[in-house]
Structures are given as structure tokens and as C-alpha cells.
């Protein structure tokens, strides 16, 4: 383990939750939720994880026009007794990665709770509300948190990351829960400021953060107002959404006619 | 190996790091090679338009904003950005027939030159380097003429890479892949076989 994590600190933890988010999520959700957490409560950084053994480092990516780098680091906000992780999804040795980070926060940090931040594309309208879906290792775990206007959810394919970290850390005996917001689907290549603060919202009340998420529904207004400005101008484009709004669901055609509309109103991919 | 290279660097107190490189791309061999910049943070990125000659990866036509560095060029960058360090990475364009050739290209590395050393403030004496770029050009030329005259390239091949000579950088779209994929196997072919005669006559 000594290999593996880089210490810069040492903080005293009471009895805190893990947050774990995830580089790359679709409506850049996960990254979001914990930038913008870490940010409000002031976690700060002390831990790295050492990147050799868990990806490919015979160069770099440029994305954004920015050269890119894995990275997996752990903050503690004393004050609200949480600690985040945030980190690229390993490319190899996946199961020593999450037992590592699960190792790390069951005996060092003494996390008593795990959550996952990630979303799910839905075939849902911008103007609905979304849902959060939660997927739990321990029933007892999934009782505390009813009140908390989370979804079940059923799901059969290949584990997400935060899927295998769950499974992991229930075979340490961990209690966790894995959460999944909603996002439209034609808002997952750009952000989707609504569930971001949707996420955000359930961490506030569950950890009694008391947030100030007002630039939040800013950001959402704005984005909303642009794409009513595009409804206006693109009647095919009304129609879709309109049919999302009734809970209709759309061909691949009308899909991806969409998709391509607003990723190219909102100017997604452009910084 | 980049760690290393980082902690020498940050002994010394150094704030920034300076990568180089080649970029492979569709440009004759008689244009002026541009500079492809890659910072490792979006301070720098906002910097570096400031740069003469000087492109990001999302002001090169049909490449998006997205690509790759391979080796140490690539890794110093995000090593740095994991320690905090600013780093860029200074990428001088090459025609990409002659990318296996076994000569330098010093054009492209002038270009790289007058990139950091306006950045740096300094003062070197280029004029050998753009000697020696305008010898090597000439050399290609010849070499290109003869290849043409044996018609060792086909001559729609020399067609697709005379076209280029015309084109402004900006302007590199007509070229697609496929067309450019049957110059390199040419090219590339030709290099394999004569590479020491290649040579010589360099």
C-alpha cells in the first residue's frame, strides 16, 4: 500500500463518509459534483495515488487542447468530516486499484459510509426533474437512507466502476450506495447543470452542508433559455423535446437529430 | 525518468517546463513549418495565442481539439501538471512523406526556435539553422525530381504531393486519408529500399 498512495498530509478523521466521483461521467456530472463540493467546503488534498501501475504512461492526452494526466486523489474537509475522492477510472488492474482506495479509506481514514457520484443517460426532456437512482450492498444502509428521494434500480450488464467499488467494499463490510442522477441524453456530451445540483442537493441535506447551490439554478436557467431559444427557431426540434416532455420516446433518427442540434447550439466540446 | 527530470528542475527552482517535438502533418517541404503548442493548463493555453506561428490542437483543420503526445515530451507535461508545474510542449510541423527520411528537418526545428526564444527573450543567431534548412529543402527538391523523373513515385502520387506546394496551411483539406496513406506507402517503401543511397545523396 506504501507504493501505491503518496501522502502530503496527515489529518485526524472523526468517523467520516467516502464521496467518490469519477473523471470523465456523462453530463460531466461526477467530475462537477465533487469539483464543486471540494470547492465549497474547502476539501483539501492529501493523498495521491501513484499512477504507474493503473495506466498507460507511454505519452499523454490532449483534450481541450490541454495535455491531460491520470490522477486519483483524496481530500478531507475536517469540518464537515467527509472524504472525497476523485480520480480517472484505471485502465489496468481494476480490482487492486478499488481495493486499494476501499483499504485506504476503511483503515486509514475509518469511513464508516461510501457514496459514488455518477449519472445515467435517460430518455428524459431537460424540463423534467430528475430522479436519482441508488443502487445499495447493505439493506440496513438502504433503510437509513429512505426520506432521502432515492430510486431503486435494476440493472443487468458490464459493472461501471462504481459498481465494482461497491462490490468491493461490501466484501470489506463497508456500507455504500451507489448513486446514478438522470440526465437527457442530448445534454450527456456537455453538462447538465439540473442534475448536478440534484446530486449536490441530496449531499447537502444528507450531510447537512448548507450549501449556497444558487449559481447553480443560474446556470441552469441560462442553459434552459438557450435551448427554449433553439425550440423557437427549430420546429422539428420542439417536436422532439415536446415528445420527451409526454413522456413519448423518440426513433434513433429523431435521437440523434437532437443530440447533434443541441450539442451544436450549445456549442458543446468548445471551452 | 520524467520525475527525475522534475526534481532536478525543481532544485534548480524552475517554474516552467519546455517540451519539444515533431508534428507530423499534411505541409509541403518549401512552406514554413507552424509550431503545434500543447500546454498542460488553460492559463497557458490563453498564453500561447499570444505566440507567433503558433497553433493549439483546436485551431488544426479536421483534428478537433483532442490528440496525443507519446514519450517523455508528452509525460514531463502531465507529470508537471500533477506537481503544479506549468509545462508546454512545442511541436514543429514536418511533411509527412518524408517523416521516415533518414535526414533532419530543420526547418521545422527553427520554427520551434523562434517560438521559444520570443517567448524566453533571447537572442540566437538562427542564420546557420536557415541555411541549412534552405540546402535541405533543395536537396528534397532534387531528390523529388528524380523520384518523378524514374517515375519510382507514381505520378498520381506526385500530384497529390505537388498539390500541397500550392496550399496555404490553412488550407490542407483536400488531401484524404486514403490518399494520403497510398504516398506513405510509397514513400515509405522507397526510404526501405534506398535508404543508404537516400542518404549519401543528402
Redesign the interface.
Known sequence: MKDIFKFSQQPKFENPSLIVGWNKDAGQLSPRVIEYLNKKINGRSFC?IEPVDFFS???????????????GKFYYCEKSDLVIFKGSEPEFERYRFLDAVSDLAQHHCRIKHLYTINSTISSIAHTNSRKIFAVFNKTEFQKELRGYDLEDMNWQGTPAISSYLLWVAQRKDIPGVSLWTQIPFYLAAGEDFQAIKQTLSFLDNRFNLELDLKDMDEQTQSQNAKIDQLRQEDTEINRCIGALESGLSLSEEEQLGLIKAVSEFLEF??? | MANLVLDVAEKFGCRRVYTSGAAVTKIHHTAKPRVWA?????NL?KEIKQYQNTI???EIEGR????????L???L???A??RGLE?V?LMGEIPYYLQAAPWPYPKASKSVLEVITGILGLKVDLSAMEELGQKIEQQIEDFLESLYNTEAIPPEVRDEIEKLRYIEPTELGPITEEEQKKIMEHIDELFDQGGRTDERHL
Do not use: H, Y
Open positions: 495521491d504512461l507511454v505519452g499523454v492526452a490532449v483534450e481541450k487542447d490541454i495535455a491531460q494526466f491520470p490522477e466540446g468548445k471551452s | 500543447v500546454p498542460n493548463n488553460q493555453a493549439l490542437m483546436s478537433g481539439d483532442q490528440g496525443a503526445i507519446t514519450g515530451n508528452g509525460l507535461l502531465g507529470v501538471r500533477k509545462a510542449c
